[in-house]
T-cell receptor, first 113, second 113 residues
């Protein structure tokens, strides 16, 4: 039972363009969402997060959008840079879930020069 | 500030052998997590500690897996005996109490032959 789904295993984007990574969830009790970035042979690194009381959070080139009615969130990276090439994981925490992260399967982003 | 430290980084063992992984969390982080990451999947929580107490071990296969966090700092995860299906990356993470963001170590890649 995959509660957090990233349906695109991979995404290829031209350098300088916008990268959009998508994530869907099924559990309406999730109230906090995070994006992690992972390079090969390294652990996931926290990127950006959003609370369910917001619909947008922005940090430099990274913006996360949350659509609670659709149970969907997305990560926008603009402009995309070669160093953004990595696997991106969406994760969610349920209300009263005591910091228990539920991860999606990940999307491998490749930025082409 | 030093990050989460894990050792060893890589381990190859034969099935039925025991194996142990060690984790040193970020200084001051009282919450420690062990995750399992299979190839092509997101991390899945095995156990969570608040200080030295295991507060969520519902996903830990207790017939062969054990963990401890003596003195509420370092932690060890053990598998005995290892099976072929245990081949995966074992990630350790830590966080400050009350904060959702978790910080991950580089992981231990286990190969069981």
């Amino acid at each position: 039972d995959q509660q957090v789904k990233q349906n695109s295993p991979s995404l290829s984007v031209q350098e300088g363009r916008i990268s959009i990574l998508n994530c869907d969830y099924t559990n309406s009790m999730f109230d906090y969402f995070l994006w992690y970035k992972k390079y090969p042979a390294e652990g996931p690194t926290f990127l950006i997060s959003i609370s369910s009381i917001k619909d947008k959070n922005e940090d430099g080139r990274f913006t996360v959008f949350l659509n609670k009615s659709a149970k969907h969130l997305s990560l926008h990276i603009v402009p995309s840079q070669p160093g953004d090439s990595a696997v991106y994981f969406c994760a969610a925490i349920p209300a009263q879930g005591a910091q228990k992260l539920v991860f999606g399967q990940g999307t491998r982003l490749t930025i082409n020069p | 500030e030093a990050g989460v430290v894990q050792s060893p980084r890589y381990k190859i063992i034969e099935k039925k052998q025991p194996v142990a992984f060690w984790c040193n969390p970020i200084s001051g982080h009282n919450t420690l997590y062990w995750y399992l990451q299979n190839l092509g999947q997101g991390p899945e929580l095995l156990i969570r500690y608040e200080n030295e107490e295991a507060v969520d071990d519902s996903q830990l296969p207790k017939d062969r897996f054990s963990a401890e966090r003596l003195k509420g700092v370092d932690s060890t995860l053990k598998i005995q005996p290892a099976e072929l299906g245990d081949s995966a990356v074992y990630l350790c993470a830590s966080s400050s109490q009350g904060y959702n963001e978790q910080f991950f170590g580089p992981g231990t890649r286990l190969t069981v032959l």
